[in-house]
Structures are given as C-alpha cells and as structure tokens.
C-alpha cells in the first residue's frame, strides 16, 4: 500500500500562483511514477502532469502546458504541482495518483494505469 496526501489548495485570483504538494507513505516512493489530475464540479476527471520514476520524464495535458510544472524529491517522499498564470477553469479538486509503471498516454484515459489514488485537495480560481 502506497498513502498518499495532498495540501496546499485554497483560494487564488486569476493569474496567481499556487503550488501543490503530496506526499507518499508506506512503500518506496522513488520507484512510483507519479501523477496529478482534477476532477472540477460536474465535470469528469481530468489528467494535468505526470512524472517518471525513473529519470524524472515529465508528460503534461495541453491545457497546462507551459503554466504549471511537476517535480519531485525522492528523498522526502514527495511530488509538486506548480500552478503559475491560473485561470478560472483551473478549479477543481486536485488528486494525487501513483504508478509503479510509466504509461503517460494511458493517463488521458481517466488515469488508467494509476495504483494508489490521494483524496485531493480544492483549487478555486476566482476573483
């Protein structure tokens, strides 16, 4: 089992900056691909970035590409979602998600591929 929790939502006027952040327990974090999706209201669940376990590869959807920016510290266990120039649309409910693949266009389809899910954390974009 791989436990995993995110922080650092809230709430952010357009064009701000947010950065979130998740960290994992109970298994060995370096050798989990990790993933960031959002699910906003009525909506279905949506991929935003990905990062491989291995070399660090990052994959991210088109509507975030070149605003938002994934990295992780293997060392504490943890993974981060920059979030620059947000947009309304941006809000959503943002979960975590690990791999113990690497498959980022499996990713697309609803996260398919994903072993181990967090319980998100609430991005609201708003003026």
């Known amino acids: 089992q791989l436990q995993l929790v995110e922080s650092g939502g809230g709430l952010v006027q357009p064009g701000g900056s947010l950065r979130l952040t998740c960290v994992a327990s109970?298994?060995?974090?370096?050798?989990?691909?990790m993933g960031w999706f959002r699910q906003a209201p009525g909506k279905t669940r949506e991929f935003v970035a990905a990062?491989?376990?291995?070399?660090?590869?990052?994959y991210y959807s088109d509507s975030v590409k070149g605003r938002f920016s994934i990295s992780r510290d293997n060392a504490k266990n943890t993974v981060y979602l920059q979030m620059n120039t947000l947009k309304p649309e941006d809000t959503a409910v943002y979960s975590c998600?690990?791999?113990?693949?690497?498959?980022?266009?499996?990713?697309?389809?609803?996260?398919?591929?994903?072993?181990?899910w967090g319980k998100g954390t609430l991005v609201t974009v708003s003026s």
């Open positions: 998600a690990a791999d113990h693949a690497w498959n980022p266009t499996a990713y697309l389809n609803d996260g398919y591929g994903m072993d181990y």
């Open positions: 109970g298994r060995t974090f370096g050798s989990y691909s």
């Open positions: 990062i491989n376990w291995r070399d660090s590869n990052t």
